[in-house]
């Protein structure tokens, strides 16, 4: 949502503490602030003092008993097959010594390191980058690196070399085995270890190349890959899991999706802020997933129970989900949370980025404070030349070894802040007088969004901008696009829900979204940049949209001072799920109603998964730490909606992809589309408006014709006049299910043609408060002959 209200000791800090953070927020992806709920975690210096009781200390020998070790290539970075061995190459820049410690699977369990080797400055660092050669016996082994050099804060400098720190390109991260279970001793940071890549990992792709569909055509489902299938109800031996999501995907194409795209699945630590939730009975977990640990891994505890024991087979599940989603036609976008890491502020672990070197990978202000445009204690310093290749590696090691068809960046404004120490030398080599800005500086051509945009594999891709952060900065319709970068279009969210519930003053601005939001997209870029939505996973479900007024989020033990405040919904009358039945059918009414919104708007369509058969998270709009039924897809209660809003939502995506005109490649014109009042031809745009029609020539259903009236009185609408046709019903949100949607093949299809026709005759249609129609153009029966 556009903002998001968080505890108390967050709105006490000032404006510059908004940026230099003294706390750290877990994530849950709303744009402008985040929750402050989080165990503060033990200073770097304190740490050092009870190493003993996390980390194993050995001595570091010079060489290696079971490897034979030379020395390396500075390049590609991470750890790479060649040869007969394994080259190791890391970046660090002001570390003044590196070891890389070999553990072995079983060593790891046991909080030790099998071997480490210490690298030769001389031999082993090329620059600022340390690599070494190694050749020996890989299997189930697992390495991370020590560094040392200054722990000065202040400086930006955060070496320890009592920490074993994960490769940031490390592909496969292995810790604890079971989702949300605790480590040894009940430890929530076990140590981490990257794995080691061989040679029999190879994975048979039987062919498969992305499907590259047209993005017009796209009807994108968000979905999370725990709660899709966690249910007992999926009925699946691996429910939660790569694999169970794979085994369910017959579901996504029956409802006419053709592309998922999946909350982080990246590795993270659902631990992060672990706690004992004395409402619900169960433990705050980091279930949403925005909190980064290592941007190569898949996530390893979605892999099915059998893959714990091996990083690279949860590489392989991921692999096969998205195999299996192509094979039907589904292409696979990952959200990717390229703006900060699961290392927080100051207070924060160290596991990866801030021990290899912490002033390269952050915002960074003058004194060594954390920049906070994420929210989340920390901001990835993602225009410095040696993250944004990072950046660059990553997303092009997902297209090219994953298969991914694209991306959705997870407060993407922050890619086009400027770096620490941002130049016009740092960035482009050259010195440019007057160019000197301050860092985080919204900046008009940001160095990794044009990496990324003229990227020969990149720009193939779908890439999709969460225009905005949680420093204020707001770009929906400005995100610099380079002419491919798609937007999630939050102001066609707002400006929907506003329209739909009967909000005057929406009329004209409703009808810009219909078009595709040309006032934000014309010039430069087409109606399918707009990714449109009503629900994500933040803030209301479309069913919650229509039940309640206010959030409900004291389960998230915050006092029920998280999640947005203005969600522009309406309970139709009653607040709860307990209501009366005349309320309740209004629910039904206005969901599809918004449905019937999403799908006759120019652009790309995205749905929230549940919402096709109603889930409900009781009105909690901030589920962000719920490892339970709010976030789970209940599969049996998408059995019980199978005849009424399921059918209704999958026949409505079936008519979208039908029609012609309902997925074009530019904007509407007056060639083919006509506007309405409650007569032909005369739109009404006041402000006390409550009603909007259009008509759309279409090479496929010949021309179809669209109505909301969303006044709390009923109206007889007058159609336009087609000589040798007539307008047909295909849609009546009003009517009781199935005849919400007539399909020919309707029982009493016929009888409940006729209800409508004295009506079609005369060229009319009635229509109650809150509805829409869709209408379709047919030929007249031809009069019958004179004998």
Not at 336 to 345: D, Q, S
Request: charged share 25%.
């Amino acid at each position: 949502m556009d903002s998001i209200k968080c505890s108390s000791s967050f709105l006490h800090h000032t404006k510059l503490n908004i940026l230099f953070s003294n706390n750290t927020f877990p994530k849950s992806s709303s744009p402008n602030f985040k929750r402050l709920f989080r165990p503060i975690s033990i200073s770097a210096k304190a740490r050092r003092s009870n190493e003993a009781e996390n980390i194993a200390v050995v001595e570091k020998p010079l060489k290696s008993e079971r490897f034979l070790v030379s020395d390396g290539l500075p390049s590609p970075f991470g750890a790479t097959i060649r040869d007969d061995g394994v080259n190791f190459s890391v970046y660090s820049t002001n570390s003044v010594s590196a070891t890389i410690c070999l553990i072995s699977l079983f060593d790891l369990r046991q909080n030790k390191v099998t071997e480490e080797i210490q690298l030769d400055p001389s031999r082993n660092r090329t620059g600022h980058v340390w690599h070494v050669f190694l050749k020996g016996d890989f299997k189930d082994m697992l390495y991370g690196y020590r560094f040392d050099g200054k722990f000065s804060p202040e400086e930006g400098h955060y070496y320890d070399s009592s920490n074993i720190l994960l490769d940031p390109y490390a592909k496969a991260i292995i810790s604890r085995d079971e989702f949300g279970v605790l480590g040894p001793y009940e430890n929530c940071w076990p140590q981490m270890a990257s794995m080691v890549p061989t040679r029999d990992e190879e994975f048979d792709w039987e062919g498969d190349m992305h499907l590259k569909l047209p993005q017009k055509d796209l009807v994108i489902y968000e979905m999370h890959v725990r709660g899709f299938t966690r249910h007992e109800s999926s009925k699946i031996e691996f429910p939660g899991t790569y694999q169970g999501v794979a085994e369910k995907l017959d579901h996504l194409k029956e409802l006419g999706i053709n592309c998922i795209e999946l909350m982080p699945c990246h590795e993270f630590n659902e631990l992060e802020y672990y706690s004992y939730n004395t409402i619900l009975g169960d433990h705050r977990l980091n279930f949403w997933g925005y909190s980064t640990i290592g941007f190569f891994s898949p996530m390893i505890r979605y892999a099915s129970a059998s893959s714990n024991s091996f990083a690279g087979r949860a590489i392989n599940e991921f692999k096969i989900l998205v195999k299996e989603a192509h094979k039907r036609g589904i292409e696979v976008i990952m959200d990717v949370v390229l703006n900060h890491t699961a290392e927080g502020n100051e207070k924060g672990p160290i596991f990866s980025f801030r021990g290899v070197d912490n002033s390269v990978y952050y915002m960074l202000a003058p004194k060594g404070e954390f920049y906070n445009y994420s929210g989340c204690g920390n901001t990835f310093n993602c225009n410095h030349p040696v993250v944004r290749q990072f950046i660059v590696d990553c997303l092009r090691y997902w297209v090219t070894e994953m298969h991914v068809d694209g991306f959705r960046f997870d407060l993407g404004s922050i890619m086009s802040r400027s770096s620490s120490l941002w130049d016009a030398a740092n960035v482009y080599g050259v010195d440019v007088e007057g160019d000197l800005l301050t860092t985080g500086t919204p900046i008009s051509c940001p160095p990794v969004i044009d990496m990324i945009s003229n990227d020969p594999i990149l720009r193939g891709v779908k890439l999709i901008a969460e225009a905005w952060d949680a420093g204020g900065l707001y770009q929906v319709g400005m995100f610099p696009h380079w002419g491919i970068w798609s937007e999630w279009n939050g102001k066609f969210r707002d400006v929907v829900r506003q329209f739909i519930k009967g909000t005057d003053g929406f009329s004209g601005a409703f009808a810009e979204c219909l078009c595709g939001s040309p006032n934000l997209y014309q010039g430069g870029r087409k109606p399918w940049n707009s990714i449109n939505f009503i629900c994500a996973h933040d803030g209301f479900t479309l069913a919650d949209l229509v039940t309640y007024n206010n959030k409900n989020n004291l389960a998230n033990g915050e006092e029920n001072n998280d999640g947005e405040n203005h969600n522009y919904s309406w309970n139709c009358g009653e607040e709860g799920d307990f209501a009366s039945i005349s309320v309740k059918r209004l629910r039904k009414r206005q969901m599809r109603n918004f449905f019937v919104s999403l799908m006759v708007s120019q652009g790309v369509p995205m749905i929230y998964m549940g919402d096709e058969y109603g889930h409900t998270k009781g009105g909690n709009n901030n589920t962000y730490c719920h490892d339970n039924y709010m976030n789970y897809f209940r599969w049996d209660k998408k059995e019980e909606a199978h005849s009424d809003f399921f059918r209704f939502c999958r026949l409505l995506i079936k008519f979208r992809d039908e029609c012609e005109s309902l997925g074009l490649n530019d904007f509407p014109t007056a060639k083919r589309l006509q506007w309405h009042g409650l007569a032909p031809e005369i739109p009404n745009w006041s402000e006390t408006s409550r009603f909007v029609a259009f008509s759309l020539v279409d090479s496929v259903k010949r021309e179809i014709y669209v109505a909301f009236n969303t006044s709390h009185l009923a109206t007889l609408v007058c159609l336009p006049n087609r000589p040798g046709y007539r307008w047909e019903p295909f849609v009546d949100t009003s009517k009781p299910s199935p005849y919400d949607c007539i399909t020919p093949d309707l029982p009493e299809r016929e009888t409940a043609m006729k209800q409508y026709r004295h009506f079609l005759d005369a060229n009319m249609y009635p229509m109650l408060s809150y509805s829409s129609i869709i209408l379709l153009l047919s030929l007249r029966d031809p009069p019958p002959k004179v004998r």
